[in-house]
Each structure stands twice: as C-alpha cells, then as structure tokens.
C-alpha cells in the first residue's frame, strides 16, 4: 500500500510538470499558487490557473476602454497571460499589454512569446505561488523591476485586496495610490477603476 510520504518522493523524483510553472525568471519556476494542492489531489489544474470573478471583470472593462480610446494604428493590446520572454530560460505572463504594432509586425505573429518590450502592462493580483517571496509587494516588486530592466515603460498593478494601484514608470517614482484615483496609461490617456467599477453597477 502506497502512503503519502511515498507518493511525495515519487513527486519529487519525476519532477513538477511544466503546466504547473506559471513564470520562468532566469531557468528558476514560479509556480502557480496551490501548485501542491494539484499534486496532492485537492485540486484540479483548471481551479488553480482561472481568474476570480473580479480579476476577468477588470481585465474586461480595461481592454474594453482600450479598445476604444487607443489609437490601433499606433498599438496593439494582448490580454489573456501574454507571455513575453525578453531572456533565455525567461519569460512573465502580462494581463494586458500594449504594444507598439509596428514593432510586433516587424518581429513577426506566430506561435511565440513576444521579445519586443510592452510599452505598457497591466496586472490585476497574480496567481504565482508567493510562499518564496513572502508576500505578494516582494513578487510584484520583482516581477515590476524585471519588466522595467526588459524595457518596459511603465507597469501599473491594481490589488483587489485593498483596492490599490501601483504605479512603476522607467526613471521616475514609484507611486501605490488608491484605484479610486485616475492613472495614466498611455500618451494622456487616463483610467480610474474605482469610478469605472461603480459605474458597472460592482464595488
């Protein structure tokens, strides 16, 4: 009869599977919070990658904005984890990015993950198991700073938990303020979740 502490050696010897991994930073897994939780049984792969209610919701009002004020000459949004891989063995899944359209023309639209920097990103909480960083401002501070140095001119991140926006431009101060307040995202282009959220009828 199999016992558990076996099953966590027989885990251990084959490896955690690659679906698991969440991010990539220099040949190190992030992986996916409750990532155990799978490999124990108590949940599934499906209950571990999706978004909250909230976290679709959000994404969904942003790109709707976006896709109505952007300039798509100009840009180009990606949501839905966009991967980006600005280093071997690197690479960050994006909420929602925008991209300068001419540059991803000219690296070319295929089955891989952008190397062209994001002029903006956008991230509402993460699902990255952050037992390793010890909370989540540690991991968002990390992933915000890698995103900067790949060429990334300004990362703007809402927390659900407390309502909160942070704001991380190349060069420039850093800033966390309330999501009530208007935030640039783009060449003037202002959001305010707050009053967009209550304008939804959410919040």
Request: hydrophobic share 40%.
């Amino acid at each position: 009869m199999r016992t558990a502490t076996a099953d966590k050696k027989r885990i251990g010897r084959k490896g955690i599977p690659k679906e698991l991994i969440y991010e990539m930073r220099y040949g190190k897994p992030i992986y996916y919070r409750d990532y155990d939780k799978v490999l124990s049984g108590e949940k599934t792969l499906e209950e571990i990658v999706g978004s909250s209610k909230l976290q679709w919701w959000i994404i969904d009002m942003i790109v709707r904005f976006l896709h109505q004020i952007l300039d798509y000459k100009k840009y180009v949004v990606a949501y839905n984890e966009a991967g980006f891989q600005w280093a071997s063995r690197t690479w960050r899944n994006l909420d929602v990015a925008i991209f300068e359209r001419e540059k991803i023309l000219k690296e070319g639209v295929n089955e891989r993950y952008a190397k062209t920097p994001p002029e903006v990103v956008i991230e509402i909480d993460t699902k990255a198991d952050l037992r390793k960083y010890g909370d989540f401002m540690n991991y968002a501070r990390e992933k915000t700073q890698d995103l900067l140095d790949a060429g990334v001119k300004r990362v703007i991140w809402y927390t659900t938990f407390d309502k909160k926006v942070m704001v991380a431009e190349r060069g420039e101060r850093w800033f966390i303020t309330s999501w009530d307040e208007e935030v640039e995202i783009i060449d003037g282009i202002s959001f305010n979740l707050g009053a967009k959220l209550k304008e939804e009828g959410i919040g």
